[in-house]
């Protein structure tokens, strides 16, 4: 579980270096593809030793590549209904942030050592699945991306590695401890957790 939540949040981090539109990538692939353009740029103007500028430049692309609300929805599944307003933009930007953070430099290293590999794309009805191959410590690995148009742009809402979705992974997990400990816990879990790695990064 801990190596697919790796690879889940290494991967996040990998493709939201910027914002692609419809109008520009019209394509799940051509949308993919350009962030790989983007952030290998990025990286090869960087030195070895990231500034604090360019880190958060890649950091902020991040909320606007993913559909984050529909990511968040699907990581409580029926809870999400039973939150209010509130609660939901909380939850929500908690989530966000602790992908954002998560496994930065293990992104870094992997986008500069690795190489994706896209084998297909299903579009239908402004919904798409993208399958990919990726080599991780010596591994391949395959990657399905479900993407979605929202306001005439791709956006990712579930990863499938190696077969497991992490929608599905984090809706179990979540369940779970709700059940276990309530909602109020799980949320200040998650914020303890965002808070440790913001303070990692200072």
């Known amino acids: 579980r801990n190596k697919t939540m790796k690879i889940y949040f290494t991967v996040i981090s990998l493709y939201c270096a910027t914002v692609v539109t419809a109008e520009t990538a019209t394509g799940p692939i051509a949308f993919l593809k350009s962030h790989d353009a983007v952030v290998q740029s990025v990286l090869v103007a960087a030195p070895d030793t990231l500034p604090e500028a360019v880190r958060k430049k890649i950091k902020d692309h991040i909320n606007a590549a993913f559909d984050f609300p529909e990511l968040s929805r699907l990581a409580l599944g029926g809870h999400w209904e ?14 966000s942030g602790i992908i954002r953070e998560q496994n930065f430099d293990s992104f870094l290293r992997y986008y500069r050592e690795g190489k994706i590999t896209y084998q297909s794309e299903e579009v239908e009805n402004g919904n798409a699945v993208v ?13 399905v991306y479900k993407m979605h148009l929202v306001e005439k742009a791709w956006r990712v809402y579930d990863l499938v ?16 401890y709700i059940d276990k400990k309530g909602y109020e816990r799980l949320i200040a879990q998650l914020d303890k957790q965002l808070d440790r790695l913001l303070q990692t990064r200072k």
């Open 131 to 143: 399958t990919a191959a990726a080599p991780l410590e010596r591994e391949q690995i395959e990657i």
């Open 161 to 176: 590695i190696d077969g497991v979705s992490t929608a599905e992974g984090n809706r179990r997990r979540y369940a779970r």
């Open 82 to 95: 039973q939150r209010t307003t509130e609660e939901r933009a909380h939850f929500t930007k908690t989530f």
